[in-house]
C-alpha cells in the first residue's frame, strides 16, 4: 500500500472513531488529524470536508454490505439452492465485526439527523444486491411470476435480518436458527411462485 493510500485509511479509521464518539456535529477534523497522526493539511488534501468524510465511511459501509458481484440465475439448478447460498454469503458478510461497526456508526449519525438519512437513502436505494439481481434474473425467466425485484428482494431481505441481522447487530449474540434460512426461502417462492413452475 503507497504512504498516500495509507494516510486515507488512517484518517477513514480515525474518523469512525470520532464520529461514533462525538456524532457528526460534534465530531472536530483537528482531532481526526490527531487521531491519524497526519496535519489537518494532509487530511483536507484526501477529503475536502467534514461532509466529504462521512460521505466517504458511508460508502464503505455500503460496499461492506454487498457480498460480491451479482449472482445471476441458473435455470439449471434449484432456485431455493441458489438464494439460500446467496443469502448466507450477505449475512456473513454484514454481521462481519468490522461492517457491523460501520453500520452502527453510520446508523447512529442517521437516527440523530433526518435530511442526512433521507439524503443517504435516495443514493444508495438504487444499489443492485446480489439478491436483488438473482430474483429479477428468475422473474425474467419465468421461475418467479412478474413482480418488483427491488420489492420482492426487500421482503426477502426483510425477513432474513429479522432473524440473522438484528439480533447480532442489537445484541451481539449469533443465534442458532437451523432450518430457518430454508423456512424464509421457503415462504418467498411460495409467495412469488409462477404459474405452473415447481417451487424450489
Same mark, same amino acid.
Given at each position: ?50 461532509? %466529504?468524510?462521512?460521505? %466517504? ?22 432456485? %431455493?439452492?441458489?438464494?439460500? $447460498? ?20 453510520? =446508523?447512529?449519525? /442517521? ?7 433521507? %439524503? ?6 438504487? =444499489? ?5 439481481? /438473482? ?11 412478474? $413482480? ?5 428482494? @426487500? ?14 447487530? /442489537? ?14 426461502? @421457503?415462504?418467498? /417462492?411460495?409467495?412469488?411462485? $409462477?404459474?405452473?413452475?415447481?417451487? @424450489?
Amino acid at each position: 500500500m503507497k504512504l498516500t493510500d495509507k494516510k486515507r485509511q488512517s484518517i477513514i479509521e480515525a474518523a469512525i472513531d470520532e464520529f461514533r464518539e462525538y456524532g457528526f456535529h460534534g465530531a472536530k477534523t483537528a482531532r481526526i488529524a490527531k487521531k491519524a497522526s497526519v496535519s489537518s493539511r494532509t487530511l483536507y488534501n484526501h477529503f475536502e470536508s467534514k461532509e %466529504a468524510l462521512f460521505h %466517504a465511511i458511508s460508502e464503505i459501509m455500503v460496499e461492506r454490505n454487498n457480498p460480491g458481484a451479482p449472482v445471476p440465475y441458473d435455470p439449471d439448478r434449484p432456485l %431455493a439452492g441458489q438464494l439460500i $447460498a446467496v443469502l448466507e454469503s450477505y449475512v456473513s458478510v454484514i454481521t462481519d465485526d468490522v461492517a457491523l461497526g460501520l453500520n452502527r456508526m453510520v =446508523h447512529a449519525e /442517521l437516527l440523530r439527523d433526518m435530511e442526512r438519512a433521507q %439524503a443517504f437513502y435516495a443514493e444508495f436505494a438504487t =444499489h443492485d444486491y446480489p439478491v436483488t439481481v /438473482l430474483i429479477r434474473d428468475a422473474m425474467e425467466a419465468g421461475a418467479l411470476r412478474k $413482480a418488483d425485484p427491488e420489492f420482492a428482494a @426487500g421482503q426477502l431481505l426483510g425477513t432474513v435480518k429479522t432473524f440473522f441481522f438484528w439480533p447480532v447487530y /442489537l445484541l451481539g449474540k449469533k443465534p442458532e436458527l437451523e432450518g430457518v434460512m430454508e423456512d424464509c426461502v @421457503g415462504m418467498f /417462492l411460495k409467495h412469488y411462485a $409462477a404459474e405452473d413452475q415447481p417451487q @424450489g
